[in-house]
């Protein structure tokens, strides 16, 4: 899927974008399944600390699970602890390299925090992976403009 990602039209690449989130949020396991869902409940209701629970439950539980720690990313990322998400967000890279949100979230952390260089190599990496990732190139263009980079 990876391959054909790759190589898919911006129409394309996001169904198989989708399809592979949706595969990496199969953990094998009922119980894990059932914290992830819970824990993405309680976020899309806005109960952050009660998503944190539960994100921090699934990654206690399994810890090989590269979702559970890119969920808790995100909670953390929205209560603006931006240095444990950007820990989880390694956490979820190493247990899945091609895990093209992470890479981007770990992007918009570091343009966030001053970085722009740093962002700029994850940005990258998000594109070999997904080239037409839905905002990609509007940060990337925004990067470019901070550095001096971009031709008016």
């Known amino acids: 899927m990876l391959e054909r990602l790759k190589r898919a039209d911006v129409n394309g ?8 989130l ?3 949020s199969r953990s ?3 119980s894990m399944d ?3 869902k819970r824990g993405r409940d309680a976020m899309a209701a806005d109960k952050l600390p009660e998503a944190l629970d539960h994100f921090t439950a699934l990654t206690d539980h399994a810890p090989d699970f590269a979702e559970g720690w890119m969920a808790r990313a995100t909670v953390l990322y929205r209560l603006e602890y931006y240095g444990a998400a950007m820990h989880d967000l390694r956490q979820t890279l190493a247990l899945n390299p ?3 949100a992470a890479l981007f979230g770990a992007g918009v952390i570091a343009y ?4 722009p260089e740093l962002a700029d190599q994850f940005f990258a990496a998000v594109a070999t992976i997904h ?17 001096g980079r971009t031709d008016l």
Do not use: C, M, V, Y
């Open 13 to 20: 690449s996001q169904i198989i974008a989708e399809d592979l």
């Open 22 to 24: 949706l595969l990496w």
């Open 28 to 30: 094998g396991s009922p």
């Open 34 to 36: 059932l914290l992830l």
């Open 98 to 100: 091609n895990h093209f």
């Open 112 to 115: 966030e925090t001053g970085r």
């Open 131 to 147: 080239p037409h990732f839905e905002d990609l190139s509007r940060l990337r263009q925004e990067i470019d403009k901070e550095a």
